[in-house]
C-alpha cells in the first residue's frame, strides 16, 4: 500500500486564527488539488491525520466538523484529487491520537495496512514532525501555514532527518520522485 498522511489546515487549507467551523470557510492553498491529484496519480493512497480541538472546547460540534470535511473532500474531488479518508482527533488534552503523539497517525497506518518507514506525513508545525517520527513515518515540512515560522524557529533534532518543501505541491512532486 502507497500511502501519504496530510495534515490539514497549513498544508490543505489555510489557517485561520479561529479555525475553520463552516464549509463556507474554507480556503485551499494553492496547488492543493493538483498536489493531491499528482500522488493519486502515482498510485498514493492519501490521507488526512488532523487535530481539531475546537470541539472538545465546545466551539464547534462534531456534526460540524464532519460537514467541513464533507465539503472538503467534495471540492477536492471535483477538482480530480481524492483524499480517502480524514482522521482527527477532537481532545482538548494531551491523549495517544493527539499529535504530536503518534495514535492518530498509527490509525491510518493500521486501517490501510501501510509500512510506517514507507509512508511520508506532510506538516507545518513541529507537533506534525514530532508524531510522524514517533509513528516512524517519514517526515516532511512544507512552509505554508505554520512551516516557516517552525523553520525559524528550531526543530527538536530527534525529529531530523526531514525534507523540506515551499508548499504541498513540491512536497508531492518530490514524494513521486522518490526525493524525500
Known amino acids: 500500500m502507497k500511502l501519504v498522511l496530510l495534515d490539514r489546515d497549513g498544508v490543505i487549507v489555510v489557517n485561520r486564527a479561529t479555525n475553520i467551523k463552516s464549509p463556507s470557510q474554507l480556503a485551499f ?12 496519480g502515482a498510485g498514493f493512497t492519501v490521507a488526512i491525520c488532523t487535530n481539531q480541538t475546537e470541539v472538545g472546547r465546545g466551539a464547534m460540534s462534531e456534526a460540524q466538523l464532519q460537514q467541513v470535511h464533507a465539503a472538503l473532500l467534495d471540492s477536492l474531488g ?18 495517544p491520537r493527539r499529535k504530536p503523539a503518534c495514535g492518530m497517525l ?67 512532486q518530490g514524494i513521486v520522485l522518490g526525493c524525500t
Open 106 to 172: 498509527q490509525d491510518a497506518l493500521s486501517h490501510y495496512g501501510a509500512e510506517a518507514r514507507a509512508t511520508p506525513f506532510v506538516g507545518d508545525q513541529s507537533d506534525d514532525l514530532k508524531a510522524a517520527f514517533h509513528a516512524g513515518c517519514r517526515r516532511i515540512l512544507v512552509k505554508t501555514g505554520l512551516g516557516s515560522k517552525t523553520l525559524a524557529r528550531g526543530l527538536p533534532d530527534y525529529v531530523r532527518p526531514f525534507a523540506v518543501f515551499d508548499d504541498l505541491l513540491a512536497a508531492a
Open 78 to 95: 471535483q477538482q480530480g484529487a481524492v483524499v480517502d479518508r480524514i482522521f482527527s482527533c477532537t481532545s482538548l488534552w494531551k491523549c
Open 29 to 40: 492553498i494553492d496547488g492543493t488539488a493538483q498536489a493531491i491529484a499528482t500522488l493519486n
